[in-house]
């Protein structure tokens, strides 16, 4: 399991680095930041792509096999991006990063379930836990230091130098009894998954540089239709590629939506803070990555409490906990300006990630516990796979915000560029707390307290009934 381990930890390293080398990239190869953007969301998309496919992988492919290939994927990924010269090249690169981390973490989960006894399963899942947390607090701080002392090309070269340990370690180690069964694949389902959500996440993206034109527009509506069609399909096929049967269950949706409510707010705010560290008040990448360690320890921290909260008090006080914290640290990102220091921003950046965990862990945890055994592999495929788009969409909208902030502090007469990107950058916080005041919204639909879900009978496709909550 240590290679799988290192591979989850690499893929959620990878995903919250580029945040704080992206004006770097934008002053090296002269593009804009909608163009910039794509260095997030197109990593979160391939990932959201791959991941409702990973199951039916599984059942066809040995699992070691497909692991091996995954992180020679992120190890060619890695190295395309630190040798590149150009920004399309670079993207390609990130992109089949994106395409491995999005095999490596289902299948992880997939491994301990099969690998580790009943009584140990509990302890494999936290030391998941901890690598998928662990990551994301030093991936902004590492890449600061790296950016710093180095360049950006440095961050790429380390992904390549623990991809290959990660390979060594398969290689020696890894060992699963996962059975394949080789179903029958519905490729018009994969097919319409990567369709559908590649030109949603793509129009939403392009609208920062090209507006609502005629492409930006068709690309919307035709993935909005596929997306119609690939759901009406995983619901009248025998063998779905993802059993979305679980979003009809009100006590499943109701915290999904929540999920991925909070978990776009924290993409929103990880994108956007960054940023104006460096561009906005004048900080050096290796200043604001150290600025925000605080922060993400804070946010590993609270993650565990919730976890243990959770099973005490339910889920629906610790997300208005959450709701009360997130949206305070989110008004004072507001009062940031060119001028302020450094305290006020520690401030709203750890009052908000001590509100995330909060909203975010105790949602996940009710969805879950609301789903029979045979939904609870899909549900948490739709929880993941509902986080990576809805994260990737909140980017490239708060990307466009934060240019719409921009162009109207400069049509003001505004000639400081620093004080119009801190501008811009409220725009981008404002759709956070929009987001924030979504999950209190659907908060009140959530069961009280330690109350569980009212479960009732239900016949399955196999004769079998079971019991769903309601």
């Not at 150009?86 to 089949?96: E, K, Q, T, W």
């Not at 005490?312 to 302020?340: K, N, Q, T």
């Not at 990576?388 to 003001?412: M, N, R, S």
Request: hydrophobic share 60%; aromatic share 8%; glycine share 12%.
């Amino acid at each position: 399991m240590l290679g799988l381990y290192i591979g989850a930890f690499l893929g959620m390293l990878s995903e919250t680095s580029m945040n704080i080398a992206l004006p770097d990239l934008m002053d090296e190869f002269s593009v804009s930041s909608g163009t910039a953007q794509w260095m997030v969301v197109g990593y979160m998309l391939a990932i959201g792509v791959v991941l409702p496919c990973v199951g039916f992988m599984l059942k066809w492919i040995k699992a070691k096999t497909l692991v091996l290939f995954a992180l020679t994927c992120f190890l060619v990924g890695a190295l395309v991006c630190t040798v590149a010269t150009g920004f399309p090249v670079l993207l390609a690169g990130r992109i089949v990063q994106g395409i491995s981390t999005g095999i490596v973490l289902p299948t992880m989960y997939a491994a301990i379930m099969r690998v580790f006894p009943p009584h140990k399963i509990g302890a494999a899942n936290g030391v998941a836990g901890l690598v998928i947390m662990f990551a994301p607090v030093i991936g902004p701080t590492l890449a600061g230091a790296l950016i710093g002392a180095l360049s950006w090309r440095a961050i790429f070269a380390l992904f390549a130098v623990v991809a290959v340990i990660a390979l060594a370690c398969t290689a020696a180690f890894f060992v699963t009894p996962i059975e394949r069964t080789r179903p029958a694949v519905d490729m018009l389902s994969i097919v319409a998954s990567a369709l559908g959500f590649g030109c949603l996440v793509a129009g939403v993206s392009l609208i920062s540089d090209m507006g609502f034109s005629v492409a930006v527009v068709g690309l919307l509506v035709i993935g909005v239709v596929v997306l119609a069609l690939y759901a009406y399909r995983q619901l009248h096929i025998a063998d779905p590629l993802l059993d979305l049967r679980a979003l009809g269950i009100a006590a499943f949706r109701t915290p999904a939506i929540m999920v991925s409510c909070s978990f776009a707010c924290t993409l929103a705010f990880m994108y956007l803070v960054p940023q104006e560290l460096q561009r906005g008040l004048g900080m050096s990448s290796t200043l604001a990555g150290l600025l925000m360690l605080p922060g993400g320890i804070v946010n590993a921290v609270c993650t565990l409490m919730a976890g243990r909260l959770f099973d005490r008090h339910g889920a629906r006080v610790l997300v208005w906990i959450g709701v009360v914290m997130a949206a305070i640290g989110g008004a004072l990102f507001f009062a940031i300006g060119v001028d302020s220091g450094v305290v006020l921003f520690l401030a709203a950046h750890i009052i908000v990630m001590v509100g995330i965990p909060f909203i975010q862990q105790s949602a996940q945890s009710a969805a879950l516990k609301s789903l029979p055994g045979r939904m609870a592999a899909d549900g948490s495929t739709i929880l993941n796979t509902m986080q990576q788009v809805c994260g990737a969409i909140a980017t490239a909208v708060a990307t466009c915000l934060l240019g719409l902030g921009q162009t109207g502090y400069a049509a003001g007469g505004g000639a400081n560029a620093a004080q119009g990107f801190v501008d811009g950058s409220r725009y981008g916080y404002m759709f956070g707390l929009v987001l924030v005041a979504i999950v209190l919204v659907f908060s009140f639909m959530l069961k009280g307290g330690k109350e569980e879900p009212k479960l009732v009978p239900v016949q399955v496709d196999d004769g079998a009934v079971e019991s769903l909550a309601v």
